[in-house]
């Protein structure tokens, strides 16, 4: 059975592509948008649909608002409908203090962890409000709770999303779109290895079950958030951690 539409940033890899996954066995027609369009091109061919369902990769710069504006009307016009928006795009940025962190490297985390979820956001939300129904599920952090040392741009912009979410998802309460964000602990993707190895021992030391977390377990938790059984659950922070998360 067809579920409509779903849009998932960042999606040739990672998270993204197991979220992509996921949504096309639940029988959403998948949108994989990312910035790398022959790694789309590959992937989309990897990925099994059924006759309910499709993977469709376009091209997208989250940064760029005009590049999203571009996205969302050709989605438009090949599916006439946007039900689910993932804002899962984004990168760690380098690991560095502070004092020495460089500006360009600040600017180019918050452009596509926090500006590109806002694009995203607001370039979906006429055809949502026009429905009165939507889902969007926004990828935050951990970091973005407790803050990682070293990763000051990351950790702030993901500190962004997830007010981002609550302030959305109050503005939309009463127009049937449900907003909710998810803060994994560390994920076995290809953004840990832009990591240092000590980094990546601090967070993986912070984990009471021992290990980092699988793309498909995150997943699974967004595609109940996407879903038609999540009804009561806006603004909320969702943790997939490990037992890390301590509120």
């Known amino acids: ?37 022959a790694e789309l091109e590959s992937v989309c061919q990897q990925i099994e649909v059924s006759s309910a369902a499709e993977a469709i990769p376009l091209v997208v710069d989250v940064a760029n608002p005009e590049s999203v504006r571009d996205l969302i009307a050709q989605v438009i016009k ?5 039900d689910v928006l993932v804002n899962n795009a984004g990168i760690a940025g380098p690991a560095a203090p502070v004092a020495e962190y460089p500006d360009d490297e600040w600017r180019r985390v918050m452009a ?13 939300l006429p055809h949502m409000l026009e429905r009165n129904s939507g889902r969007i599920v926004n990828i935050a952090s951990i970091a973005g709770k407790e803050g990682n040392p070293n990763m000051p741009a990351y950790s702030a912009a993901k500190a962004g999303v997830i007010g981002f979410t609550k302030s959305l998802a109050k503005e ?5 779109i449900l907003v909710n964000c998810i803060t994994p602990a ?10 240092t190895p000590q980094t990546v021992q601090y967070m993986v030391s912070r984990i009471p079950v021992g290990r980092v977390g699988r ?20 603004g909320a922070v969702f943790d997939i951690s490990g037992g890390r998360a301590t509120y």
């Open 172 to 176: 939309v309460a009463t127009k049937g």
């Open 112 to 124: 596509i962890d926090l500006d590109g979820t806002f694009y995203m956001s607001k370039a979906v």
């Open 186 to 195: 560390v994920i076995e993707t290809e953004i840990v290895k832009q990591l």
């Open 1 to 37: 059975m067809n579920q409509g539409t779903a849009i998932v940033t960042g999606a040739a890899r990672g998270i993204g592509l197991a979220i992509s996954q996921r949504l096309v066995g639940d029988g959403f027609i998948t949108i994989l948008a990312d910035i790398d369009a």
């Open 215 to 234: 793309p498909e377990e995150v997943a699974a938790l967004v595609s109940w958030l996407a879903s038609s059984e999540c009804t009561f659950s806006t």
């Open 78 to 82: 090949r599916t006439g409908r946007i």
